[in-house]
Structures are given as structure tokens and as C-alpha cells.
């Protein structure tokens, strides 16, 4: 198969490439994904929102904010972009191109949501979905487009590169170039060359290959290992963060308990149901970066020999709890575990790959 543009994966990250490239009617673009269903991905499972800029907001703060975060080690060019450019193109691919409508007040004002290492509320959310409403939206904007095709159940093998494939020895000192992919069609069982004049690799983090984590099958760091066997400079691969508050629940790991929780007031406990963050992050206390967090919480599991720590909203109404955090009320019920009426055992787990 040929097309113009190959784009490896169908989350945020390549479904809002393709809108963007889809603006030239002349431009043929395919995207293909594992799943089989088009919607299941990495951005599916987020719950707590996504960075917008407030009212009493602004680039400069929400870089500062980054920058203090990422503990010296971001790099302030991106950070920058992200800062400036980041809730502009929220407002237009999201709202106005995928038509997804973030919670707001009867007059139409947004509700703005507080989180971990911010100093505004500037985060837009749909109830605790709000990944599954982005990319319920993403999708549905991308079929509307006839110069989209989507191929699900198609899983990329590695990247066709030249010289690696070709014949010639004496072209292995030539310069690499990308030129489509393998693609293990997963119904057929079968192989297929898919030529690409460019192809993007959004294909998802690398959660799957720790104990615990928060991501679904399927991240598993194959698009690193496919860029890293084309050439491609990985940076900054260690740096995988955990999200600190993962249900501890025996066979039902990988449920994320949303950092919205505590941004909405929410309290780590000990067992014994002391709050302990303000000994490890006294400026911050249970509002601490996401690392700060999780490794407290580490630390604290490993000085006491215990498997997990509590996270307690009760203090909140029941009603309130329920229409904030509907969907994740509803999937502790189902495990076993009230929100509403005492803290759930949570323990940290593979969140997000930054590298």
C-alpha cells in the first residue's frame, strides 16, 4: 500500500496530527493502530483534564510552573512552546475541530480544575472522562474527512529504512532515510509493505513492561525500539513517571485514581490514617509534583514494610463526589471500594513516558 503520510497509532497524539495535515484535500493520509477499536489507547484511559489557560492565567506562569515541576531538567525551549501554543491549539483542534465540550457553568463559563504543581486552576475536564470524551471526538472528526483512512488491528512491525534494507553493502554508508513500514495485519495474519513518502510515530508509551501501571495493553515501547533501530536519537528515556495514586486492589491493578482527587482536596493517608506528605513536601504537602509524590509514597511504603498507602475524599459530600468523579465512583463501587465513605488503598505505578 502507498500513501502519502503513515501515522503509527490513533491517540491524541496521531489523531490530532492527522486533522492537522488532513486541512490539504490533496494530501492522502493513512493511520493505523493495534486495537481494534479505534478508540482504545493511552488517551482513552486519562480522567482528570487537560491544561487550558485560565482567567487569571497566563503563558509566563504556566512556563514557570513547568519549568519548577521538571526539577531543572526540562527543556525550556519546549516548555515554552507547550506554555504558548499548547492551550491556543486546544481551543481550535479539540473544541472547534473535534467539537468536545469541556464542563462549564449554566452560563457557559468554563470550570476550571486545580491540579498536582500548578498555581492556577487551568485544567479543562469532562466530568472524570475526560480522555474518553477527547477521543470519542477525535475520532469522529477524522472519519468526517475523505482523505483519512483508518486501518485498526494492523500492528507496526518495524519501520522500512534505507540502507538497512537494501542489498547494496556499499549503501550502509549512505544517510538513513524512512520510507513507510511493516504492518502485521493481525486478521489476515499477514505481512504488508506500506509506502510512505513521511511517517509518525505516535504510537504510545512503555508502561506495560513495569509490574504496575495505568496503561493499557498494547504500550509497550514498540515505537522507541522501532526509532531507536532506524537511527533515531532516543533522549531521556529514563525518565518514565509514575502516577502516584493507582487502585491497590489484587487483580485489579491499573485503575488510576486521578490527581483531580487531590486537586479537589483529597488526603494521602498512612494505614493508620495519618496524613504524612507534609514530612516530605512541606511547601506543597499533598499537592506535591507527580515524582514527589509517588516517591514519598514509595519511600514510605519501603521505611514501614507496607504494600500501599489510603487516598480519602470522604471528608467531601457523597453527592459531590458522585457528580465530580461519576465514572471513577462508579469503577471503585464495582471493585469493591467506596469513595464516598472511606479513603481506597493506593499505591504508585507506570504513568507516562516523557522520554
Same mark, same amino acid.
Given at each position: 500500500?502507498? &500513501?502519502? @503520510?503513515?501515522?503509527?497509532?490513533?491517540?491524541?497524539?496521531?489523531?490530532?496530527?492527522?486533522?492537522?495535515?488532513?486541512?490539504? /484535500?490533496?494530501?492522502?493520509?493513512?493511520? @493505523? &493502530?493495534? %486495537?481494534? !477499536?479505534?478508540?482504545?489507547?493511552?488517551?482513552?484511559?486519562?480522567?482528570?483534564?487537560?491544561?487550558?489557560?485560565?482567567?487569571?492565567?497566563?503563558?509566563?506562569?504556566?512556563?514557570?510552573?513547568?519549568?519548577?515541576?521538571?526539577?531543572?531538567?526540562?527543556?525550556?525551549?519546549?516548555?515554552?512552546?507547550?506554555?504558548?501554543?499548547?492551550?491556543?491549539? #486546544?481551543?481550535?483542534?479539540?473544541?472547534?475541530? %473535534?467539537?468536545?465540550?469541556? !464542563?462549564?457553568?449554566?452560563?457557559?463559563? /468554563? @470550570?476550571?480544575?486545580?491540579?498536582?504543581?500548578?498555581?492556577?486552576?487551568?485544567?479543562?475536564? @469532562?466530568?472524570?472522562?475526560?480522555?474518553?470524551?477527547?477521543?470519542?471526538?477525535?475520532?469522529?472528526?477524522?472519519?468526517?474527512?475523505?482523505?483519512?483512512?483508518?486501518?485498526?488491528?494492523?500492528?507496526?512491525?518495524?519501520?522500512? &529504512?534505507?540502507?538497512?534494507?537494501?542489498? !547494496?553493502?556499499?549503501?550502509?554508508?549512505?544517510?538513513?532515510?524512512?520510507?513507510?513500514?511493516?504492518?502485521? !495485519?493481525?486478521?489476515?495474519?499477514?505481512?504488508?509493505?506500506? #509506502?510512505?513518502?513521511?511517517?509518525?510515530?505516535?504510537?504510545?508509551?512503555?508502561?506495560?513492561?513495569?509490574?504496575?501501571?495505568?496503561?493499557?495493553?498494547?504500550?509497550?515501547?514498540?515505537?522507541?525500539?522501532?526509532?531507536?533501530?532506524?537511527?533515531?536519537?532516543?533522549?531521556?528515556?529514563?525518565? *518514565?513517571?509514575?502516577?502516584?495514586?493507582? #487502585?491497590?486492589?489484587?487483580?485489579?491493578?491499573?485503575?488510576?485514581?486521578?490527581? %483531580? *482527587?487531590?486537586?479537589?482536596?483529597?488526603? #494521602?493517608?498512612?494505614?493508620?490514617?495519618?496524613?504524612?506528605?507534609?514530612?516530605? $513536601? /512541606?511547601?506543597?504537602?499533598?499537592? $506535591?509534583?507527580?515524582?514527589?509524590? $509517588?516517591?514519598?509514597?514509595?519511600?514510605?511504603?519501603?521505611?514501614?514494610?507496607?504494600?500501599?498507602?489510603?487516598?480519602?475524599?470522604?471528608?467531601?459530600?457523597? $453527592?459531590?463526589?458522585?457528580?465530580?468523579?461519576?465514572?471513577?465512583?462508579?469503577?471503585?463501587?464495582?471493585?469493591?471500594?467506596?469513595?464516598?465513605?472511606?479513603?481506597?488503598?493506593?499505591?504508585?505505578?507506570?504513568?507516562? %513516558?516523557?522520554?
Amino acid at each position: 500500500m502507498e &500513501t502519502e @503520510v503513515l501515522i503509527i497509532g490513533c491517540g491524541i497524539a496521531g489523531a490530532t496530527a492527522a486533522l492537522r495535515l488532513a486541512r490539504n /484535500p490533496q494530501r492522502q493520509i493513512t493511520i @493505523v &493502530t493495534r %486495537a481494534a !477499536d479505534v478508540h482504545e489507547s493511552n488517551t482513552r484511559y486519562a480522567q482528570g483534564g487537560i491544561i487550558g489557560r485560565g482567567p487569571d492565567d497566563s503563558a509566563e506562569l504556566l512556563f514557570e510552573d513547568i519549568i519548577a515541576a521538571g526539577a531543572g531538567v526540562s527543556s525550556p525551549t519546549a516548555a515554552l512552546i507547550l506554555a504558548e501554543e499548547g492551550p491556543p491549539l #486546544l481551543n481550535e483542534v479539540l473544541e472547534r475541530t %473535534a467539537h468536545v465540550e469541556f !464542563d462549564h457553568t449554566a452560563e457557559g463559563a /468554563p @470550570v476550571w480544575g486545580k491540579e498536582a504543581a500548578h498555581s492556577r486552576r487551568r485544567i479543562l475536564h @469532562v466530568g472524570d472522562a475526560t480522555g474518553l470524551a477527547i477521543i470519542n471526538g477525535l475520532v469522529a472528526s477524522l472519519k468526517s474527512y475523505p482523505n483519512i483512512k483508518i486501518l485498526s488491528e494492523a500492528t507496526a512491525v518495524d519501520l522500512i &529504512t534505507f540502507p538497512h534494507h537494501s542489498r !547494496d553493502p556499499l549503501d550502509n554508508y549512505r544517510e538513513i532515510s524512512c520510507h513507510g513500514c511493516y504492518i502485521f !495485519d493481525r486478521t489476515e495474519k499477514t505481512v504488508h509493505r506500506f #509506502l510512505a513518502n513521511a511517517t509518525i510515530l505516535a504510537s504510545g508509551g512503555l508502561g506495560r513492561i513495569y509490574r504496575n501501571t495505568t496503561n493499557p495493553i498494547g504500550a509497550r515501547g514498540d515505537g522507541l525500539a522501532m526509532a531507536h533501530r532506524a537511527g533515531a536519537r532516543i533522549a531521556n528515556a529514563e525518565y *518514565v513517571q509514575f502516577h502516584p495514586t493507582a #487502585l491497590a486492589a489484587p487483580g485489579n491493578e491499573g485503575l488510576l485514581i486521578s490527581e %483531580a *482527587v487531590r486537586g479537589e482536596g483529597g488526603v #494521602l493517608l498512612t494505614p493508620e490514617l495519618r496524613p504524612f506528605m507534609e514530612r516530605y $513536601a /512541606p511547601e506543597w504537602k499533598d499537592l $506535591a509534583p507527580r515524582d514527589v509524590v $509517588a516517591r514519598a509514597i514509595h519511600q514510605r511504603m519501603l521505611e514501614k514494610d507496607e504494600s500501599y498507602v489510603l487516598l480519602d475524599i470522604s471528608h467531601k459530600s457523597a $453527592a459531590w463526589i458522585r457528580e465530580r468523579f461519576p465514572g471513577l465512583s462508579q469503577r471503585c463501587l464495582d471493585l469493591g471500594f467506596d469513595l464516598t465513605a472511606g479513603p481506597v488503598p493506593v499505591v504508585p505505578a507506570a504513568h507516562y %513516558a516523557c522520554g
